[in-house]
Protein backbone atom coordinates (compact mmCIF):
# COMPACT_ATOMS: atom_id res chain seq x y z
CA UNK A 1 0.00 0.00 0.00
CA UNK A 2 1.38 3.70 -0.51
CA UNK A 3 -0.63 4.76 2.24
CA UNK A 4 -0.54 3.32 5.80
CA UNK A 5 -2.77 4.54 8.64
CA UNK A 6 -3.30 3.70 12.26
CA UNK A 7 -6.11 5.05 15.00
CA UNK A 8 -8.22 7.02 12.84
CA UNK A 9 -10.88 9.02 14.04
CA UNK A 10 -13.26 11.44 12.03
CA UNK A 11 -16.36 12.83 13.45
CA UNK A 12 -18.66 15.80 13.43
CA UNK A 13 -18.39 16.74 9.65
CA UNK A 14 -21.15 18.72 8.37
CA UNK A 15 -22.00 20.58 4.96
CA UNK A 16 -24.69 22.94 3.69
CA UNK A 17 -23.26 22.95 -0.13
CA UNK A 18 -22.01 19.98 -1.29
CA UNK A 19 -21.20 15.84 -0.11
CA UNK A 20 -19.98 15.70 3.44
CA UNK A 21 -17.59 13.03 3.90
CA UNK A 22 -15.24 11.08 6.39
CA UNK A 23 -12.88 9.85 4.09
CA UNK A 24 -12.41 9.81 0.83
CA UNK A 25 -9.02 8.04 -0.33
CA UNK A 26 -7.13 5.22 -2.48
CA UNK A 27 -4.94 2.90 -2.32
CA UNK A 28 -4.66 3.19 1.82
CA UNK A 29 -4.90 0.74 4.29
CA UNK A 30 -6.29 1.86 7.85
CA UNK A 31 -6.03 0.16 11.71
CA UNK A 32 -8.08 1.01 14.16
CA UNK A 33 -10.47 3.14 12.82
CA UNK A 34 -13.62 4.92 13.79
CA UNK A 35 -16.15 7.08 11.36
CA UNK A 36 -19.25 8.69 12.73
CA UNK A 37 -21.42 11.81 12.94
CA UNK A 38 -21.44 12.91 9.04
CA UNK A 39 -24.40 15.13 8.19
CA UNK A 40 -25.60 17.04 5.28
CA UNK A 41 -27.85 19.86 5.83
CA UNK A 42 -27.90 20.72 2.53
CA UNK A 43 -31.42 20.44 0.05
CA UNK A 44 -30.19 16.92 -1.36
CA UNK A 45 -29.69 15.33 2.95
CA UNK A 46 -28.50 11.91 1.33
CA UNK A 47 -25.21 13.30 0.66
CA UNK A 48 -23.35 12.44 3.27
CA UNK A 49 -20.94 9.37 3.65
CA UNK A 50 -18.90 7.83 6.05
CA UNK A 51 -16.43 6.73 3.36
CA UNK A 52 -16.35 7.24 -0.46
CA UNK A 53 -14.10 5.09 -2.24
CA UNK A 54 -12.17 7.00 -5.25
CA UNK A 55 -11.42 5.80 -8.82
CA UNK A 56 -8.18 3.97 -9.35
CA UNK A 57 -5.83 4.39 -11.60
CA UNK A 58 -5.07 0.72 -12.19
CA UNK A 59 -6.42 -2.89 -11.10
CA UNK A 60 -2.40 -2.54 -9.16
CA UNK A 61 -4.66 0.35 -6.99
CA UNK A 62 -5.47 -1.42 -3.84
CA UNK A 63 -8.04 0.58 -2.55
CA UNK A 64 -9.75 1.39 0.37
CA UNK A 65 -8.81 -1.68 2.92
CA UNK A 66 -9.71 -1.08 6.72
CA UNK A 67 -9.89 -3.35 9.91
CA UNK A 68 -7.62 -6.07 9.36
CA UNK A 69 -6.11 -4.87 12.64
CA UNK A 70 -7.78 -3.13 15.30
CA UNK A 71 -11.57 -2.42 15.73
CA UNK A 72 -13.63 -0.82 13.03
CA UNK A 73 -16.58 1.43 13.56
CA UNK A 74 -18.83 2.85 10.51
CA UNK A 75 -21.83 4.83 11.20
CA UNK A 76 -23.28 5.98 7.90
CA UNK A 77 -22.79 5.12 4.16
CA UNK A 78 -20.24 3.91 1.72
CA UNK A 79 -20.20 5.38 -1.88
CA UNK A 80 -17.88 3.48 -4.29
CA UNK A 81 -16.70 5.68 -7.24
CA UNK A 82 -17.60 4.35 -10.56
CA UNK A 83 -15.66 2.68 -13.77
CA UNK A 84 -14.99 6.03 -16.02
CA UNK A 85 -13.13 6.25 -19.31
CA UNK A 86 -9.63 4.60 -18.29
CA UNK A 87 -10.01 4.82 -14.67
CA UNK A 88 -11.13 1.87 -12.85
CA UNK A 89 -14.23 1.59 -10.12
CA UNK A 90 -13.45 2.08 -6.27
CA UNK A 91 -12.58 -0.72 -4.19
CA UNK A 92 -13.48 -1.05 -0.63
CA UNK A 93 -12.37 -4.12 1.85
CA UNK A 94 -14.12 -3.67 5.09
CA UNK A 95 -13.27 -6.13 8.02
CA UNK A 96 -15.46 -6.11 11.13
CA UNK A 97 -13.13 -8.53 13.13
CA UNK A 98 -13.66 -7.74 16.98
CA UNK A 99 -16.81 -7.91 19.43
CA UNK A 100 -17.22 -4.20 19.64
CA UNK A 101 -16.95 -3.20 16.01
CA UNK A 102 -20.04 -2.63 13.74
CA UNK A 103 -21.35 -1.06 10.51
CA UNK A 104 -24.42 1.16 10.58
CA UNK A 105 -25.17 1.98 6.81
CA UNK A 106 -25.76 1.03 3.35
CA UNK A 107 -23.29 -0.12 0.38
CA UNK A 108 -24.24 2.61 -2.02
CA UNK A 109 -22.80 2.55 -6.13
CA UNK A 110 -22.15 5.77 -8.26
CA UNK A 111 -22.87 3.66 -11.31
CA UNK A 112 -26.32 1.03 -11.67
CA UNK A 113 -24.29 -0.87 -14.13
CA UNK A 114 -22.62 -4.28 -12.94
CA UNK A 115 -19.37 -4.18 -15.02
CA UNK A 116 -18.78 -0.58 -13.83
CA UNK A 117 -19.73 -0.16 -10.26
CA UNK A 118 -16.82 -1.81 -8.64
CA UNK A 119 -16.90 -4.35 -5.28
CA UNK A 120 -17.28 -4.05 -2.00
CA UNK A 121 -16.13 -6.80 0.20
CA UNK A 122 -17.37 -6.92 4.04
CA UNK A 123 -16.38 -9.79 6.41
CA UNK A 124 -17.55 -9.84 9.69
CA UNK A 125 -16.45 -11.47 12.74
CA UNK A 126 -16.18 -12.58 16.43
CA UNK A 127 -19.34 -10.73 17.19
CA UNK A 128 -18.90 -7.74 15.16
CA UNK A 129 -22.46 -6.43 13.20
CA UNK A 130 -23.94 -4.79 10.62
CA UNK A 131 -27.05 -2.65 11.10
CA UNK A 132 -28.46 -2.31 8.14
CA UNK A 133 -30.93 -0.05 7.89
CA UNK A 134 -33.28 -0.24 4.83
CA UNK A 135 -33.21 -2.70 1.64
CA UNK A 136 -29.79 -2.85 0.61
CA UNK A 137 -27.83 -4.79 -2.18
CA UNK A 138 -24.05 -5.16 -1.71
CA UNK A 139 -21.72 -6.30 -5.10
CA UNK A 140 -19.39 -8.02 -3.55
CA UNK A 141 -18.56 -10.56 -0.93
CA UNK A 142 -20.40 -10.96 2.70
CA UNK A 143 -18.45 -13.08 5.19
CA UNK A 144 -20.26 -14.01 8.02
CA UNK A 145 -17.85 -15.68 10.15
CA UNK A 146 -18.19 -16.91 14.25
CA UNK A 147 -21.11 -15.45 16.13
CA UNK A 148 -20.93 -12.42 13.84
CA UNK A 149 -24.57 -10.76 13.36
CA UNK A 150 -26.68 -8.69 10.39
CA UNK A 151 -29.50 -7.10 11.94
CA UNK A 152 -31.92 -6.26 8.98
CA UNK A 153 -34.27 -3.16 9.76
CA UNK A 154 -31.79 -1.89 12.68
CA UNK A 155 -29.70 1.19 12.58
CA UNK A 156 -27.21 2.22 15.45
CA UNK A 157 -26.06 5.32 16.78
CA UNK A 158 -23.62 4.70 19.38
CA UNK A 159 -22.20 8.73 19.49
CA UNK A 160 -26.04 9.83 19.93
CA UNK A 161 -26.07 11.80 24.06
CA UNK A 162 -23.05 12.06 24.71
CA UNK A 163 -24.64 11.87 28.22
CA UNK A 164 -26.08 8.60 27.83
CA UNK A 165 -23.80 5.24 28.54
CA UNK A 166 -26.38 3.46 26.27
CA UNK A 167 -26.13 3.23 22.25
CA UNK A 168 -29.12 3.69 21.21
CA UNK A 169 -30.55 0.97 18.27
CA UNK A 170 -33.65 1.74 16.75
CA UNK A 171 -35.77 -0.90 14.71
CA UNK A 172 -36.47 1.16 11.14
CA UNK A 173 -39.87 1.57 9.35
CA UNK A 174 -41.28 -1.00 7.28
CA UNK A 175 -39.34 -4.71 5.49
CA UNK A 176 -35.29 -5.29 4.81
CA UNK A 177 -34.18 -7.00 2.18
CA UNK A 178 -30.66 -7.50 1.66
CA UNK A 179 -29.12 -8.99 -0.84
CA UNK A 180 -24.99 -9.80 -1.60
CA UNK A 181 -23.64 -10.84 -5.31
CA UNK A 182 -21.32 -13.81 -3.40
CA UNK A 183 -21.97 -15.06 0.36
CA UNK A 184 -19.08 -16.59 2.18
CA UNK A 185 -20.56 -18.26 5.39
CA UNK A 186 -19.39 -19.44 8.78
CA UNK A 187 -21.49 -19.73 11.55
CA UNK A 188 -22.78 -16.01 11.43
CA UNK A 189 -26.28 -14.82 12.26
CA UNK A 190 -29.19 -13.20 10.50
CA UNK A 191 -31.74 -11.71 12.70
CA UNK A 192 -34.86 -11.82 10.59
CA UNK A 193 -38.61 -9.35 11.72
CA UNK A 194 -41.93 -11.20 10.45
CA UNK A 195 -45.23 -10.08 11.07
CA UNK A 196 -47.29 -13.25 11.05
CA UNK A 197 -50.85 -11.01 11.16
CA UNK A 198 -49.79 -9.36 8.02
CA UNK A 199 -47.99 -11.96 6.57
CA UNK A 200 -50.91 -14.44 6.78
CA UNK A 201 -53.55 -11.95 5.58
CA UNK A 202 -55.08 -12.83 2.08
CA UNK A 203 -56.12 -9.07 2.01
CA UNK A 204 -51.58 -8.57 2.13
CA UNK A 205 -50.70 -11.93 -0.70
CA UNK A 206 -49.11 -9.74 -2.62
CA UNK A 207 -47.25 -7.54 -0.60
CA UNK A 208 -44.37 -8.73 1.59
CA UNK A 209 -43.95 -8.27 5.59
CA UNK A 210 -40.95 -10.59 6.31
CA UNK A 211 -37.56 -9.03 6.36
CA UNK A 212 -35.52 -11.08 3.51
CA UNK A 213 -31.55 -12.11 2.19
CA UNK A 214 -30.69 -13.51 -0.58
CA UNK A 215 -27.48 -14.33 -2.45
CA UNK A 216 -26.24 -14.79 -5.75
CA UNK A 217 -23.18 -16.87 -5.62
CA UNK A 218 -21.79 -19.40 -2.61
CA UNK A 219 -18.36 -19.38 -2.18
CA UNK A 220 -18.12 -22.51 0.11
CA UNK A 221 -21.18 -24.56 1.11
CA UNK A 222 -19.60 -26.06 4.32
CA UNK A 223 -20.30 -23.28 6.38
CA UNK A 224 -23.63 -22.19 8.16
CA UNK A 225 -25.83 -18.82 8.88
CA UNK A 226 -28.31 -19.26 12.13
CA UNK A 227 -31.54 -17.41 11.21
CA UNK A 228 -33.02 -15.62 14.33
CA UNK A 229 -36.32 -15.10 13.73
CA UNK A 230 -38.50 -12.42 15.73
CA UNK A 231 -42.44 -13.09 15.02
CA UNK A 232 -44.93 -10.19 15.38
CA UNK A 233 -48.57 -10.31 15.59
CA UNK A 234 -50.67 -13.62 15.50
CA UNK A 235 -52.06 -16.05 12.04
CA UNK A 236 -55.31 -14.22 10.91
CA UNK A 237 -55.86 -16.72 8.98
CA UNK A 238 -55.39 -19.88 11.09
CA UNK A 239 -52.04 -20.94 8.71
CA UNK A 240 -49.00 -23.13 9.45
CA UNK A 241 -47.28 -21.67 6.51
CA UNK A 242 -46.37 -18.01 5.52
CA UNK A 243 -47.11 -16.67 2.24
CA UNK A 244 -43.35 -16.03 1.56
CA UNK A 245 -40.50 -17.58 2.23
CA UNK A 246 -37.01 -15.94 3.60
CA UNK A 247 -34.60 -17.43 1.27
Do not use: C
Not at 153 to 160: H, I, L, V
Not at 236 to 245: A, D, M, S, V
Request: glycine share 8%.
Amino acid sequence: YKRQVQNLDISSIGSVNGRSIGLSADNIEVSNIKIHSIENQSENNNEAFAIYASRRSSTNDKGINFGSKGSAIIEGNILLSSKKETEYAGLINGNFLTEDSYFSGLTLYESDESETKGNINLTFDNGAKWYVPESNSLNGTLTLKEDSEILLGYEKDGFSNSLSSFDLVNRTDGYTHLSSSSLQADNGNIRFNIDIGAETDPKNVKSIQTDQFSFSDLISDTGTINAQIILNGSDTNKQNYTNNWLI
